[in-house]
Every structure is written in C-alpha cells, then in structure tokens.
C-alpha cells in the first residue's frame, strides 16, 4: 500500500519516476540476513536485477556478496562496497578483457558456462601469475515452469555446461595451471513461484555430487544460483526466504565443508520498487478505453518483454470501476502495461502506480524514442 502522506508527497513530482521504499528493502533485507546467518548459506545479490548505486550500498551494507555479469556489474558493486572476493562473475559472453579486469580485480570465482571460456581464464590468469577460481554451471534441464524466456535450465538454452560434457570439461581442467576447479554452479531461471522446481534441483545436484564423487573430486561451493519468485498479485507480500532456505536445507545433502551459495536477484528489490505516472489521455478504443500513461516500455519493459504482469492501481481515484488498457506512449503496440483492467474511473492527470517494479525496471530502461530516462525518488527523500 502507498499511503494517502505518500501520494499527496507525489502530486508535485514529474512523472514518470521510480519510488523506492526503503522500509520494504530494508525489511527484506533483514529477513534476507537472518536465514542466511541461521543457515550458514552465503548470499550474493545478483546484480542485475537492479543496480542503482544507493540500492547497491544498501544491499552491501548488509555484508552479502555480488553475483555479477558483466565488468561494469563488478565495477559498480564494487564502488558500492561489494568486497572483491565475494564478487562471483557469470555470463556466457565474457569478453577477454572483462576477465583480464576480474582477474586483476582478485574476485571470488568465475562461473563458467563453457570449455573455451576456461581455457580463456586459465590463459589470461598465467599472464597475470594467478591462480583463480572457477565453478562450471551446470545445465540441470529443468524445466523452471515459468515464462521461456526466463527459463535458462533446459536443453535448448544457452547456458550452462551439459552434464554430458562433464568428463572432457573434468579431462581438460586437470591439466590447467592457473584454475583450480572449486564448486558447481546452477540458475535454472527466474521468477520461480513453484518451490518443487527447487526440490528438483537439489535432487539433481545430490546425484551430481555422487558423479563427482566417483571421480574423486570434491567441490567446496555449491551454489544454486536465484530465481525465487515474488508475489506480483500481492505487491504488499515479502518475498518466501524462510520457506525457500529451509527447503535447500532439507533437500541437499552436503558433504562435509561443503557451503551452499545463492544469487537471489528479484526477490530482494522487486517489491521495494514502483512506477509511479501520470496519465495523458483517456481515449476510447472500440469495446476498451484507453489510459495513456507517461510511463512507456522504455521503463519498465517487462510486460513487453515477457508479457509479464504488474499490478496497477490508480492513486487518484475512488471511482466506480471501469475497464481500461493501460499504455504507454511509445511507438510500438506492445508498449502496453495492461490489457482490459479494473480501475476506478480514471482521468487525465491522476497518479498511477505500477507496483513490483523494483527488480528489472530500472535496471532495463532505455532511452529508445529518446525518451528520458525514468527519474528516482527513494522514500526519504520526499
Ligand atoms: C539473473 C541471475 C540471477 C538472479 O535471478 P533472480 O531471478 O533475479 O533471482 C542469479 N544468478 C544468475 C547467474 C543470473 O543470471
């Protein structure tokens, strides 16, 4: 809920911008430390979710690490207050000179998604003197039963190593000097509401353990990557860590020494964050109306993107209840929010809030029709 104190704060505000409650991410956050001190789990932020530099200092002042897919990912949690060695490095396309900067930088571990890429590593690390650690991610095929493209754990995606491929990967690392093979690594794809999803991937990861085993090799890190999914009908609902923690905890079996590592991404900042507009035009459509908002795809892409859902509200109106396509003003039909939605009669000028939009909103915009940037406002500010 955005209060009434909060909206009339909003009415001299230019729109469209993005509202950051820092109570909502803070008490995740809280939430976050706590199961993962009672667990003993290390968590690092995925990054890429939202890397607004104040957020970034926020989530470091709670002493998680940075999971990272790019230089300027690394660069950025970094001068936030990340601490190098608990920055992991991702991504199927690592250039060589982001690796050669991640090396010098001294981050925890690379997380690597092909042989040709650790040759890369082990070479450019012997240029350096180093010796880094690596984890290869694994792709589980897992079917993460939710949009496909944010389903990354199954056979047709790009990611990840395929378990068939484990004994050349094993065969070649042996007799590399400057990797050292330390832990596995999984994200099978985001936004996952289902938690049996993630019994199936502990289930996976203990057979994988065995394989290892049986070749004599023992992994410190395992690390499950992100994907915890929020509450998109229920803004005002924290994200499920307590469930998701315990559920890992029961499911894995660890071998002595072993630690379990997370990504969460969305989870820690989606519900912190709202698009905040206003509306332009009301115009009819031939069985719909329009509400033409300031807000556009260039924001907040999601909905564009993967037909994603965000829960609107009108924060203007108490009206009787009218049907609407929520749009934006970009040149393109699927810039478009909500198709035939329930909102209290809505007119020019009223505040519109696009909840949950803390994670990929900010992170996603561009300035496609040289559109502005969206503008930021964090709750003590205002
Ligand atoms: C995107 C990503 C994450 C975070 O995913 P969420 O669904 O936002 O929790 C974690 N790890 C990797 C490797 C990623 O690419």
């Known amino acids: ?44 932020y995925a ?15 709670y002493g998680l ?22 920055v992991v490095f991702a991504g199927v396309g690592k250039t060589d000179k982001e690796i050669d900067s991640a090396v010098r930088a001294g981050i925890f571990c ?33 079917d993460a039963h939710t949009h496909k493209y944010i389903t990354t754990g199954i056979e047709e995606s790009k990611f990840g190593i395929h378990t068939w491929e484990l004994d050349e990967v094993l065969n070649r690392v042996s007799s590399m000097k400057n990797v050292q093979l330390c832990g596995m690594h999984f994200h099978i794809g985001s936004q996952i509401t289902r938690m049996s999803v993630f019994q199936s991937l502990c289930t996976h990861i ?12 023992g992994l410190k890190i395992i690390n499950v990557g992100g994907g915890l999914g929020i509450d998109y009908e229920n803004p005002d609902k924290f994200p499920k860590f307590k469930e998701y923690f315990s559920l890992i905890n029961e499911f894995i079996d660890l071998s002595p020494g072993q630690e379990i590592h997370l990504e969460p991404g969305r989870s820690v900042v989606g519900q912190c964050g709202t698009l905040i507009s206003r509306v332009l035009y009301i115009k009819n459509g031939s069985n719909t109306q329009f509400a033409i908002i300031d807000a556009g795809m260039t924001d907040l892409i999601r909905p564009a993107l993967y037909q994603a859902y ?12 009218c049907r609407y396509d929520v749009v934006g003003p970009v040149c393109e039909s699927s810039d478009t929010f909500a198709k035939f939605i329930e909102l ?16 990929y909103g900010e992170a996603m915009a561009s300035r496609y029709n040289l559109r502005d940037l969206p503008r930021v406002v964090f709750s003590d500010e205002i």
């Open 1 to 44: 809920m955005i209060d009434k104190n909060t909206v009339k704060k909003f009415q001299d505000q230019p729109t469209p911008f993005y509202y950051y409650d820092l109570d909502i991410l803070n008490t995740t956050l809280t939430s976050l430390k706590k199961e993962s001190e009672n667990s003993g789990y290390k968590v690092h």
């Open 47 to 61: 990054v890429k979710a939202n890397a607004n530099s104040r957020i970034l200092r926020i989530i470091s002042s």
């Open 65 to 86: 690490g940075a999971d990272c897919v790019s230089w300027n990912e690394i660069e950025a949690a970094i001068s936030a207050g990340f601490d190098p060695s608990e």
């Open 110 to 142: 690379f997380n690597c998604e092909s042989i040709q890429e650790i040759e890369v590593i082990n070479h450019i690390a012997s240029l350096q003197n180093k010796n880094v650690r690596i984890a290869l991610r694994i792709n589980p095929l897992i």
């Open 206 to 217: 203990n057979e994988l353990q065995k394989w290892f085993a049986t070749h004599n090799i």
């Open 310 to 321: 965000h829960k609107i509200e009108n924060l203007a109106s108490d009206g009787n209840l």
């Open 344 to 359: 209290p009669e809505t007119r020019r000028g009223d505040l519109i809030a696009i909840r949950s939009a803390g994670a």
